[in-house]
C-alpha cells in the first residue's frame, strides 16, 4: 500500500532534502531524507525509500513538505505519524499521513507549491533569528519590490533564474502568485508556482533586493527574464529564511493545503 505523508523540517542543520547516492557519503552526511527513511523503515520492519513533492536545499525549511512510500504492511494512520516520530530527530516531524492510490505520487501528483521567503530588514545583525531569516541591512522599499515582482506572473522562461547545476528539462514554470509585504521589520516574499527550478525563489529573491535597495528599478527585473541567461540575474539571494510552506493537490485525494 502506498501512504502520503507531510513533514515538517528545520532544514538549519541538514545538507539539504536529497539523500547522497554515494553509499559511504549517505552514512555521513545528514540529509531529511535520510533520517525520515531510517524512521519510517522501523515503523514498517522492512526498508522504505521516500519519495518527495520538492527537494529543498541546505539550509531551507519545510513547513508542510509532502512525501509517500510503499510499504508491505499495514499500520494505521495514527501508528505512522506517532511511530516515525518516535525515531526522528527532534527537528524533523511528521505531522499527518494518509493512505493513497498507487497512482498517487507526491511529486507527478502535485498542481502547485507555496514558497516564502523571509528577510530581517534592519541596521542590526539577528542573533535569536540567525538561520531562520535572511538579513538585509540595506532599507528595502516594498513598493518597489512589488512592481518588480509583477513582471514575474505567469508562464515564463525562468532561465535566469535557474542554478547551473538545475536539471530540469524545461525552463518553464508558471508562477501564480508573487507578492512582497512587510510586517515590521521583516520583509517577506510569498510566491506560488506549478514547480520550481532548482535556486529559483533564491535568484528571484536577490532581484527583487537589489530592486527594493534602489541599486536598479523595478523594470530591470523584466531585462533579466527577457535575457535567458543567468549572468544577467544578480546574485542569489542566502538559504536561511526560505520556507517550503506547503503543496496543492487534486480536490479529490484530500490532501488539501493546511497552510
Known amino acids: 500500500m502506498r501512504i502520503a505523508l507531510g513533514i515538517e523540517y528545520d532544514g538549519s542543520r541538514f545538507c539539504g532534502w536529497q539523500i547522497q547516492k554515494d553509499s559511504q557519503q549517505a552514512k555521513t552526511v545528514r540529509t531529511v531524507q535520510g533520517c525520515l527513511e531510517q524512521a519510517l523503515s522501523s515503523v514498517a520492519n522492512h526498508s522504505v525509500r521516500v519519495h518527495c513533492a520538492g527537494r529543498t536545499d541546505t539550509g531551507v525549511h519545510g513547513c508542510e513538505q509532502v512525501v509517500h512510500v510503499d510499504v508491505q504492511v499495514e499500520r494505521t494512520e495514527y501508528s505512522w505519524v506517532f511511530g516515525a516520530n518516535a525515531n526522528l530527530p527532534k527537528d524533523v516531524s511528521v505531522l499527518w499521513a494518509k493512505s493513497v492510490s498507487e497512482d498517487f505520487h507526491a511529486r507527478f501528483s502535485a498542481l502547485r507549491r507555496r514558497y516564502r521567503y523571509i528577510i530581517l530588514n534592519r541596521h542590526v545583525r539577528p542573533a535569536l533569528e540567525s538561520g531562520y531569516v535572511t538579513w538585509e541591512y540595506r532599507p528595502l522599499d516594498v513598493v518597489r519590490m ?32 508573487l507578492k512582497v509585504s512587510r510586517d515590521g521589520e521583516k ?38 527574464l527577457d535575457a535567458q541567461d543567468r549572468v544577467s540575474g544578480g546574485v542569489t539571494a542566502p538559504a536561511a529564511g526560505l520556507y517550503l510552506r506547503g503543496v496543492t493537490y487534486p480536490e479529490g485525494l484530500g490532501l488539501s493545503p493546511n497552510l
Open 187 to 224: 520583509i517577506i516574499i510569498d510566491i506560488e508556482a506549478n514547480a520550481f527550478l532548482h535556486h529559483m525563489v533564491r535568484n528571484i529573491a536577490g532581484v527583487l533586493m537589489s530592486v527594493g535597495a534602489g541599486e536598479r528599478e523595478p523594470r530591470w527585473v523584466k531585462d533579466v
Open 146 to 177: 512589488n512592481q518588480g515582482a509583477q513582471y514575474l506572473q505567469g508562464e515564463q522562461d525562468f532561465s535566469s533564474f535557474r542554478a547551473y547545476a538545475c536539471q530540469a528539462k524545461s525552463p518553464v514554470r508558471t508562477v501564480y502568485d
